[in-house]
């Protein structure tokens, strides 16, 4: 089967640091790039990071740049957010993606998310 | 930045009816690169439309797109009940690849 299962959400404290996992299977990972997307209780859908397909170029979001870094292992069908000083606007739940076509950034993949609550 | 604005909020409606949602940018979206999504509860999100007005595959065709420019719209033909969710538009032709705020179609 197709699909993206997002893990590692959970509770952590304002500054703290927290690491997403996000494990692609039932198609060639390697050959898309990737993306992560996040929704805030509340609001709306809030695009985050990009990843290409070989790793070498990353896009992030003004709100997380130089806070969080995206990362993949193709030899493990896995793609990864490491998210750092971690802030309460940062509370939402936390979607990995796949891009349909190499360059265009709309997604005909997704998981079903993950909660990172940032809390003290 | 492309502000994208989706009108309206709620949508009430019955099964069989017909539903247009609108997607109104800011600036005008690059090449119509306009997608639109369906999320329901509990369920990852799925792309319905690309391209403005092109379907994903496996959408029925009671769902389809318009527009151009700075106007979009997503029609449903004839909701069935699997129809109610919450409908978002995103602009990927231009960084920061923007959504819209959500339209929820509601019995």
């Known amino acids: 089967e197709v699909q993206l299962v997002e893990s590692g959400g959970g509770l952590v404290q304002p500054g703290g640091s927290l690491r997403l996992s996000c494990a692609a299977s039932g198609f060639t990972f390697s050959s898309y790039d990737m993306h992560w997307v996040r929704q805030a209780p509340g609001k709306g859908l809030e695009y985050v990071s990009a990843i290409s397909r070989d790793g070498g170029s990353t896009f992030y979001a003004t709100s997380v740049n130089d806070r969080f870094t995206v990362s993949r292992d193709n030899s493990k069908n896995t793609l990864y957010l490491q998210m750092g000083s971690l802030r309460t606007e940062d509370m939402a739940v936390y979607y990995c993606?796949?891009?349909?076509?190499?360059?265009?950034?709309?997604?005909?993949?997704w998981g079903r998310g993950t909660l990172v609550t940032v809390s003290s | 930045e492309i502000v994208l604005t989706q009108s309206p909020g709620t949508l009430s409606l019955s099964p069989g009816e017909r539903a247009t949602l609108s997607c109104r940018a800011s600036q005008s979206v690059t090449n119509s690169y306009l997608a639109w999504y369906q999320r329901k509860p509990g369920q990852a999100p799925r792309l319905l439309i690309y391209g403005a007005s092109s379907r994903a595959t496996g959408v029925p065709d009671r769902f389809s797109g318009s527009g151009s420019g700075t106007d979009f719209t997503l029609t449903i033909s004839r909701l069935e009940p699997e129809d109610f969710a919450v409908y978002y538009c995103?602009?990927?032709?231009?960084?920061?690849?923007?959504f819209g705020q959500g339209t929820k179609v509601e019995i």
């Open positions: 993606a796949r891009a349909k076509q190499l360059g265009l950034w709309y997604f005909d993949l």
């Open positions: 995103q602009d990927y032709g231009s960084s920061p690849y923007t």
